[in-house]
């Protein structure tokens, strides 16, 4: 006999009310019984919620935090007073709120220049500096958002990078490729991780040194976008490498990837377009390896920090100078029209990476 997920009430008509849940209450729910742990653990009923519309679009970034009371170690000579904290936008919503910290574990915030995918239910915080020492970190962290706990995963093996690729693909799996190690040199190594697994696993390495790489996964192909080698430090590449991984092996470098010379760190994937970024003051496309304009960026966002893209829409956060408070505009891609999204002043700090997922 089925079991009732709501006492005299059809589960077809129960499982109707626990999709339009919000995706924060996920963990009461789990712990309510057994029935509503299994139904919402199903990946059906994540399949649901996004068939029926009920999927929250949620965006987390790592942003900065003024904290002028901390009293946090000199760097180079001068006092570092900013914090990064993990903020969440409800897309549909437009309510901003915090993701709760690993406990005990960043007393002085997230490691500066992480890197957060998802996959999943899990959102991975990985690599970075630690902001007390500066030293480049190896950690992994995992915040799952149906228990809306945090746990540890295993450290990324070998020489301590920082300023790598990184992007999540399909299934459980995440690419690292290139940054550079504790001597400044530039690395062509990578690296994937399982999450389920909790497993590092060594990639071929690329053809040639990528730091500040951009990863970007793309049609089944984890893509190493631009960076530069030890030699030319600071002088991006327009190359891209593409990391295959039905056959495990690294394709023929593509030398004119990008238009220009620039850093790779809006490149976004698309679907009508098989790349979108920021490039002199304007978002450009990438189709069939042609450039073109799709529409030139809102003045106060010239400083850009980051983007993003999910479904029609693409996301710009920056700001109109340096050390401003930031902005962030919606771009309709179809219509072609900007929209500003109202920030609270908490949240008009730097944002030096983000993480779209629907839950």
């Not at 969440?88 to 709120?97: F, K, Q, R």
């Not at 991975?124 to 020492?133: F, Q, R």
């Not at 690296?191 to 990639?203: I, M, S």
Request: net charge negative.
């Amino acid at each position: 006999m089925t079991m009732e997920l709501i006492p005299n009430l059809p589960n077809d008509v129960a499982r109707e009310c626990l999709i339009r849940v919000k995706y924060d209450q996920f963990a009461t729910l789990l712990s309510t019984c057994n029935g509503w742990k299994t139904e919402i653990e199903r990946p059906e009923f994540f399949q649901l919620r996004k068939a029926t519309s009920h999927g929250q679009k949620l965006l987390v970034m790592a942003q900065s935090r003024p904290h002028p009371d901390i009293k946090q170690p000199a760097h180079k000579g001068r006092s570092v007073k900013t914090a990064f904290g993990l903020s969440v936008l409800e897309l549909d919503s437009g309510i901003w709120v915090d993701l709760p910290l690993l406990p005990h574990h960043f007393p002085y915030g997230i490691p500066y220049f992480c890197h957060l995918v998802a996959v999943g239910y899990d959102l991975l915080l990985i690599g970075g500096l630690d902001p007390e020492t500066w030293d480049a970190s190896p950690s992994v962290f995992v915040f799952n958002f149906l228990t809306a706990k945090w746990r540890r995963g295993a450290d990324m093996p070998g020489t301590r990078r920082s300023m790598f690729g990184c992007a999540s693909g399909h299934g459980p799996m995440v690419y690292v490729a290139g940054g550079h190690d504790e001597e400044k040199n530039a690395l062509k190594s990578a690296l994937a991780y399982d999450v389920v697994r909790d497993e590092w696993t060594p990639l071929p390495d690329m053809s040639r040194e990528r730091d500040e790489v951009k990863g970007v996964f793309r049609r089944g192909k984890f893509h190493a976008v631009g960076g530069y080698c030890t030699e030319t430090q600071g002088r991006f590449e327009r190359s891209a490498e593409v990391f295959d991984v039905e056959t495990w092996r690294w394709d023929q470098v593509r030398e004119d990837f990008l238009e220009a010379s620039t850093c790779p760190s809006t490149c976004t994937p698309g679907d009508d377009m098989d790349m979108y970024m920021i490039y002199e003051g304007n978002v450009v496309a990438s189709k069939d390896a042609k450039w073109q304009v799709i529409a030139k960026l809102p003045g106060d966002v010239g400083k850009m920090s980051y983007m993003t893209r999910w479904q029609d829409k693409l996301m710009v956060i920056g700001s109109s100078r340096l050390d401003e408070p930031h902005n962030a505009y919606v771009l309709n891609l179809e219509k072609s029209e900007w929209t500003k999204l109202s920030i609270p002043q908490n949240y008009t700090g730097h944002v030096h990476t983000g993480c779209y997922l629907e839950m």
